[in-house]
Every structure is written in C-alpha cells, then in structure tokens.
C-alpha cells in the first residue's frame, strides 16, 4: 500500500542567457520549483522528487494575463494536487495516479480550470511518487515499467488495450544516447547578421544556429513557426539554407506552430504556400513531423476530421498542448492525427500508455519536446522517460537559453557533476556545469541506471522553501 506522508516545496529563479520566444510568449525570468515528498510504500518510507520550470504562456495561452498571475496558478494546482494526494491510499503507483487524476480534474472543472493546467500539479505528485517506488525497488525507470513494479493497468484507461502491458510496447532497453533537436525559436538568430550591435552574449557558449551547429554537431531541429506567411517564410529559406550549408543532407527537423492557427483551414493553406515557396524545394523531404499548428480551442474539434479527409498529402500532425487528458490521443488519432508529444509534465503514466495506444492503432509519432528544463532533476528525469519510452530525437532547450547551471545554488551544480559523470562536465570558461553535449548527441547511461533518473539526491539547504 501506498500513501503520501509529507511534502515539501522549493524555488529558485533562473534568467536566460538570450530570450526564448515561443508562440504568444518570451521567456526571460522563470523559476523552477521542486517538489520532495515522503511516501510510505510497504509500511517504509521513502522520498522522491520532481522539478519543472513554471513556463509563461503555455498552460493557458491568455496574452491578457500576468506572468505573476500565472506562476501563482501554476502553484495552486501543484499544492492542490498535494492536498488531494493526503487523502488518497492505492496499492500501486498506478492506481494512485488515476485516483489522485480523478480528484483534480473534479476539482480543476468546478473551478474552471483548464486540463493542462490541472494535470501540470498531478504530474508533479506523480513524477515524485514514481521516483519514490523506483527508489524503493532500485529500479531504473525503464525496468520498473517493464517488470511491473509500478502496476499500470492499460485498459482501465483505453478497454482497446486490455491484455497489454508495458513490456509489450516498450523498448527491451532504454538507448544509450539520444539525439539532441535543437530548438531555433522565433527570436533566435540564424547568423551572426541577425545579432544587432549589443546582442552579443560573453559567455562563451554558441548563440547564432550556425554557432551551435558547429559547436555541438548537431543534426535534429526544431523550428518554430506562428502564422505570420510572409515572415516565416523568409525565415525558413534562411534556416534552410543553413542547415544545407552545416549539414549537408544530413539533417532532419520538425515544425512546432505553437497553437497560431485559430481556423482550421487557415495551416492547410500556409503550409501548401510553405511546400512551394522557393528555395526550400528539398527540405521539406527532412520534416519529421508538424506539432500543434492549431489553437486548443479548435484543435480537436470535428472540423479537423473533415480536413483531414480532405487533405490526403498533409504532412503528419501532431497534439502538443492539445495532449492535456487520458482520452486527448484515443479523439486525436480518430481525427487522423500522427500521435502526439511526451512531456513529463504532461504526465508519465498519460505517456506509456499513449505509445501502447499508438501501438494498437499501428503506429504513429510519439515525439520527445521540452519546456527548456535545466538543472538534475527536471532535465534528468525528462530524460528518463524519454529513453524509457524509446524516443531517440528529444527537443533539448534549456543549455542554449540557459547559461549551464551557472545561476543554481552550488549544492545542485556539485551534485550535478558528481551524479552524471556522462551528461555534465565543468565548462571550461565559466566553471559551471553544463550538458556535455558532443556530435549532436546526449549520453542518458547514467540517467538510465538510476532510479528515475535520480542516484542520489542533491542538497536542497540553499533552496528558498515555498508554502504548500
């Protein structure tokens, strides 16, 4: 048996190095907070941990709120979901979720909020939890799903999944490296031509995409888009012509419309001008797949179902932001989407059993994307269920918008170094621990062996403790 005998929270603030621009936001200053927790599994107790940035503009998309605002209602959701989870008693980890699930979203919808946002604070709790029975187990992520330590049960979530089980759609091991898709977001500069007098960054990391391309070997993308035909295009030209020049034709990439398109037809029509636009011929051979173009509020709406019918040459379409329930794939793939994204805090339990979907379905894209996660714990565990769901190609953000772990407490930056002696190394001009990031690829050996992600655990003495 399983439940929740305390929690704790911390927080700490982290400003990028360069603007992240994304869809509707710019993120600069964010924190990061950490949820430990103490779980009696057994009759033991036991901790575990789960960490994430508290991104601007994503939950929610409102332009017309504030960013404080917004931190503050991410937190409500990640406390309530602690309060929820004192009350819950299950005899798997599994089952515990789906409790603690049901709880907050009835909760969630008398208060009128949205699902992502409510299962931002369940997936914290469950991250923790999972941490905590993978510890008490000594299992490493992959293994624990695989040997049934963790208790999914498939079908209580789709009836078409009765009989499987996590071993049947899972890889027999995790991969030892994953590729690193290198995000170029909106504000980004392609060259050194974009950077105006001023803009330059001292820090001795590459800024420009041909600086990091050259820096970290790189050969995944991930370019971000958002409706504006004219702009995007010649920006594309431009990446595109990079991207041949550094890679030759040794590149793949996907596209992230970060919910621009309001109307459903209005992406049919930008992409079909994208695919004939000149200069970019070829590279559209390279797409891997095109995420989110449309805005929740029609994304999974049956006029999607008449395009798709409509549109048989469309490139494969996935959910991102659209993801934010259990039966948000099962509606997506009848609509005639491709499949959809992992993020942990989208949930992890949500996850596994969406590739078992998409396994029973024939196949699809379960893609790896990222909310630009640092530091280890939010990046490390991340990077857990990405190898443990056998997702090779990964957005990897943060070390380009962040400066390392240059602004964490001395304690993490240490433990960092010491825990994952093949993902971390000192930087050799600043000092801080950064991702040892080589031939555009990331070592996940340590983060596989560990349990979720975690051996061991950092001190958290120099981190600001948050009521809960």
Request: charged content about 25%; hydrophobic content about 45%; aromatic content about 8%.
């Amino acid at each position: 048996m399983i439940r929740l005998l305390s929690a704790e929270l911390f927080r700490y603030e982290l400003r990028t190095r360069i603007p992240f621009r994304y869809g509707i936001a710019t993120m600069i200053d964010v924190p990061q907070v950490v949820l430990r927790v103490a779980c009696e599994i057994d009759g033991r107790p036991h901790a575990g941990l789960a960490s994430d940035l508290l991104p601007p503009k994503w939950f929610t998309k409102d332009p017309a709120r504030g960013l404080a605002d917004e931190i503050e209602e991410m937190l409500r959701v990640l406390r309530q979901a602690v309060r929820l989870a004192e009350g819950v008693r299950a005899p798997t980890a599994f089952s515990f979720w789906r409790e603690l699930y049901a709880a907050q979203m009835a909760w969630a919808g008398a208060e009128g909020l949205p699902p992502l946002l409510a299962n931002f604070g369940t997936s914290f709790v469950e991250r923790a939890l999972i941490h905590a029975v993978c510890r008490a187990r000594g299992l490493g992520l992959s293994a624990a799903f695989r040997c049934e330590a963790l208790g999914c049960d498939f079908a209580a979530l789709h009836p078409e999944l009765a009989g499987v089980r996590p071993a049947d759609v899972l890889p027999a091991a995790p991969p030892d490296f994953v590729l690193a898709r290198h995000t170029v977001g909106l504000a980004d500069p392609i060259t050194a031509a974009d950077l105006a007098p001023g803009e330059r960054v001292d820090d001795g990391l590459p800024q420009t995409l041909d600086e990091c391309i050259r820096r970290y070997g790189l050969r995944h993308f991930k370019l971000k888009i958002d409706g504006r035909a004219e702009r995007d295009f010649e920006r594309l030209a431009r990446i595109a012509a990079v991207l041949q020049a550094e890679c030759g034709a040794d590149f793949a990439f996907s596209l992230d419309g970060n919910e621009s398109f309001h109307d459903v037809t209005s992406f049919a029509d930008y992409f079909r001008r994208l695919q004939a636009a000149p200069g970019l011929g070829g590279f559209w051979a390279r797409l891997l797949y095109v995420e989110q173009p449309w805005h929740r509020g029609v994304a999974l709406s049956p006029a999607i179902g008449e395009l798709a019918r409509a549109w048989p040459g469309r490139p494969p379409i996935i959910i991102d932001e659209s993801d934010a329930e259990i039966g948000s794939l099962r509606t997506a793939l009848d609509l005639g989407y491709a499949g959809t994204s992992h993020k942990n805090c989208k949930g992890v339990f949500k996850s596994v059993a969406n590739a078992a979907l998409l396994a029973r379905r024939g196949g699809g894209v379960m893609s790896g994307e990222d909310l630009g996660n640092v530091g280890p714990i939010a990046l490390t565990q991340d990077l857990a269920a990405q190898a443990a769901l056998g997702i090779e190609s990964v957005e990897r953000n943060g070390h380009h918008y962040h400066t390392g772990l240059s602004l964490f407490p001395p304690a993490l930056r240490d433990f960092a170094l010491a825990a994952y002696p093949d993902l971390f190394v000192r930087d050799a001009a600043g000092g801080w621990p950064r991702l040892d990031l080589r031939e555009g690829r990331l070592s996940v050996r340590t983060v596989n062996g560990a349990p979720f992600g975690m051996p061991g655990e950092p001190d958290f003495s120099e981190l600001a403790r948050v009521a809960l």
